[in-house]
């Protein structure tokens, strides 16, 4: 997962929640939670 300004998460995950909602006009909104399911990389950028 790239994080702008700050870097990169590598490894592997579980999507714990998604949640999405579209409002007029092409806009969209969205949460994600993620769960580690095992060991996690991080590279700054």
């Given at each position: 997962?790239?994080?702008?300004?700050?870097?990169?998460l590598?490894?592997?995950?579980?999507?714990?929640?998604l949640?999405?909602?579209?409002?007029?006009?092409g806009?969209?909104?969205?949460?994600l939670?993620?769960?580690?399911?095992?060991?996690i990389?991080?590279?700054?950028?």
């Amino acid at each position: 997962m790239v994080v702008p300004d700050f870097g990169v998460l590598e490894g592997p995950f579980l999507v714990a929640a998604l949640e999405y909602a579209g409002e007029h006009e092409g806009e969209a909104t969205f949460a994600l939670s993620l769960a580690s399911a095992g060991e996690i990389g991080f590279s700054a950028t």
